[in-house]
C-alpha cells in the first residue's frame, strides 16, 4: 500500500497539473467513444495499450475478458455494457484477450477447479471458445514442442469472438448493430512483444 499511497502522491505533483485543463473539462463531461472490455490480469492495462487519455474509454474488466450473455436479472456486467451503449452511445467495442491469460490456461489445460467453485461457474461463459477456436490450429495433435503455446493461443482467439458473440446478446448492443451506429473490434494483446493483433470480425 505504501507504493500505491507514493503514486498517488506522485500523480498529485508530476502528472495532474500538466491535465488540469483536461481534469476541469472532465469534472462535468462524460463521452468515451470505446467500450473496453479486458481480462483482471494486471499486465493488461488498456489505457496504456491505447495510449488513452482519462475520459476516451469505457472500461470492463473480468477474469478472462469473460462477457455473459444476457440474461435478465442483476448482472454487473450486462449493466455496464448498456450504459455504455444506450446512455454514453460508444461507437465501438473491443473485447481484448491476452497472451498467457490464467483463464484461458485453466480451461486448456483442464485445470482442477474443484475447489474453486466460482471461477468454475464464471468460465462456463467461455464454453463455446473452442469451437471458435481457429480452425488450422491443429489443436491436440500431436506433442511437439510449442504445440501448448499455439492451443492457448487458438483458445484465447477464439474466446474473444465467443465474447463478441454472446455481447452480441444484449438488447442494447443488438439494437446499435441494427441501427449501425456501433463496431465491435476483437483484440489480442500479446503480452512479451506488445504487439495487438486484430481479429477478423
Ligand atoms: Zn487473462
Known sequence: MQDLAEGVA???????????DLFAHLAATHRPSTLFISCSDARVVPELITQSEPGELFVIRTAGNL????TPGPDGV?????????VLGVSDIVVCGHSACGAMTALAEQHDLSGMPAIADWLR??????????AGSDAGAGSAAGSGAAELGALVRGNV???LANLATHPSVARALAEHRLTLHGWVYDIPTGTVEELDA
Request: no cysteine; proline share 8%; hydrophobic share 50%.
Open 78 to 86: 450486462a449493466a455496464s455494457i448498456e450504459y455504455a451503449v444506450a
Open 67 to 70: 462477457v455473459p450473455a444476457y
Open 161 to 163: 469472438r465467443a465474447q
Open 125 to 134: 461463459h467461455a464454453d463455446a471458445a473452442p469451437a471458435h477456436a481457429d
Open 10 to 20: 506522485q500523480f498529485q505533483r508530476g502528472v495532474f497539473p500538466a491535465k488540469a
